[in-house]
């Protein structure tokens, strides 16, 4: 017979030997609602103004796009057509939406003026390439993104040595960027997908775990930083997109 007074709580392993499997999934599932209580907050209830969510259709943008689909499919989602993408990734776009039902995928081309004096025979990522992430990605978005207030991203710590202090939230100087998934691993990202069978991008299992623009993304090796083969041996890390507006410009 139990002793009088309060009883102890039962714990994960009263009830499974492994508590660790418990905690990994607990965990899991939290991080899930956790991202999707800030997207839903974002935009449901309008909590940052009014946002756009800005993907790049690469590596495993299914997942943030999956969560944004279950709260608001008809959410502003911007994809900057650079003109440079791998054929893959304009299937992949195409194959999300339509299997997420997203209804509001808006593809921003560069400015076509800008484009025939800086860039006439399409080779300025061969000569500069931030000056061609420049017209091709960095003013088009600044444009797009004047009339938001903030912006949702699908970028995580663990992408790169430059990225693991993400916060969730930021202030890049001229909008609030809400990063919902900042904290997640990359085994979270497969477990998501796997459970919801979200397809992957086809690069993404021949060694393309961050996929950019075509001319300026390679393979990358095991143990390198997800992001090392874009713009490799260039020391660029980032397209300007993601700068501090003092530092973009
Ligand atoms: S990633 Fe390369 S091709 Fe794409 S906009 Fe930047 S420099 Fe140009």
Known sequence: MAPPGPQPEATATDTN?????????????????????????????????KTAIVSSFGGESAVLLALVAEVAPDAPVIFLETGKHFPETLRHRDQLVARLGLTNVQSIAPDATALSDEDPDGTL????????????????????????????????RFQAATRN???????????????????????DLAAFMDERDLPLHPLTKQGF?????????????????????????????ECGIHLPKDRAA
């Open 125 to 156: 990522w061969a000569r500069d390439t931030d000056q061609c992430c420049t017209i091709r990605k960095v003013l088009p978005l600044e444009r797009t993104l004047a009339g938001y207030d903030a912006w949702i991203t699908g970028r995580k």
């Open 209 to 237: 775990p961050s996929i950019g623009c075509m001319p300026c993304t390679e393979r990358v090796e095991d143990g390198e930083d997800a992001r090392a083969g874009r713009w490799r041996g260039s020391g660029k890390t």
């Open 165 to 187: 202090a993400l916060p969730f939230v930021e202030w890049d100087g001229q909008h609030v960027k809400i990063n919902p998934l900042a904290d997640w691993t990359a085994d």
């Open 17 to 49: 030997p492994d508590g660790s499997v418990v905690a990994l999934k607990l965990d899991r599932r939290l991080r899930v609602r956790r991202a999707l209580e800030t997207i839903s907050s974002v935009l449901v209830d309008g909590s940052a103004g």
